[in-house]
């Protein structure tokens, strides 16, 4: 896991989706099984390089080729309020690192900003890790779904984490953060980030059509809400 151990440090690789939240899009998906996200374990992850080339990553399902793919992220409404502050949001990224006991770990990061690469140890292991700067809105969580996939479900906070098997069965976040640039420096800096301590983080609709909903509450009683549609780039950390 990346964690708040690494300084907020969050990343992800240039493997784009188009998801949109808008439309209702019936199309079908082959390789989607109950709202499911599989991941192929068939092949061993590339590294932490990044990728130029376009197209979709091979561990997130392809949609069907006729299947519209809307990307109303950087251009629609897509933001988070904290109270009556609103910032917007358009970019979406999410380091993947697969299964940890009984739970399959997904590392979100929502911004406004641009990415400075940074070389960060986790577990002993150096990892290329992308951390948002220059941005003035920061919304991050780490997503546990049970078994050996990402589901497109809802999660709840939860202070437990995966330690002892508490929380088996059931899809939560924690190591969750809203950043503000409070003090209009142009970045978020350490002491504007504010953890979380309750609330839901929800995948609403199906792919293509796809929406990241979050309604939060924050450590200093403040309730954070957004959501965000557009595209999601993924980094596989396995």
């Keep these: 896991m990346s964690g708040l151990q690494s300084g907020f440090a969050c990343c992800a690789c240039a493997l784009s ?7 209702d899009s019936q199309s079908p998906v082959e390789t989607i099984d109950t709202g499911m996200l599989v991941i192929d374990d068939a092949e061993p992850p590339v ?9 979709l990553p091979p561990l997130v399902a392809q949609p069907a080729q006729d299947a519209p793919v809307i990307n109303l992220g950087p ?3 897509s933001g988070v309020t904290v109270n009556t502050r609103r910032y917007p949001l ?12 009984d739970h399959y770990n997904v590392d979100f990061t929502l ?3 641009k990415f400075l690469v940074n070389s960060t140890v986790i577990d002993g ?16 969580a780490e997503l546990y779904s ?5 589901a497109f479900v809802t999660y709840s906070y939860s202070p437990f984490g995966a330690g002892g098997g508490v929380l088996a069965g059931n899809a939560f976040f924690d190591q969750a953060y809203v950043g503000m640039d409070t003090n209009n420096s142009g970045d978020v800096e350490d002491d504007e980030k504010i953890l979380i301590t309750g609330g839901t983080v929800e995948f609403t609709g199906t792919l293509p059509d796809i929406e990241l909903r979050f309604s939060v509450t924050l450590e200093n009683g403040e309730t954070a809400e957004g959501h965000y549609t557009g595209l999601f780039d993924f980094a596989d950390r396995r």
């Design 17 to 23: 989706v188009a998801l949109s939240g808008c439309g």
């Design 111 to 113: 911004t406004n900003g």
């Design 75 to 77: 251009e629609g409404d």
């Design 90 to 101: 358009d970019s979406a990224l999410g380091d993947i690192w697969g299964v940890e006991d």
């Design 146 to 150: 049970p078994g050996e996939s990402l």
């Design 47 to 55: 590294g932490d390089d990044p990728v130029t080339e376009p197209g």
């Design 125 to 140: 292991i150096t990892h290329s890790l992308l951390v948002p700067v220059k941005a003035t809105a920061i919304v991050y």
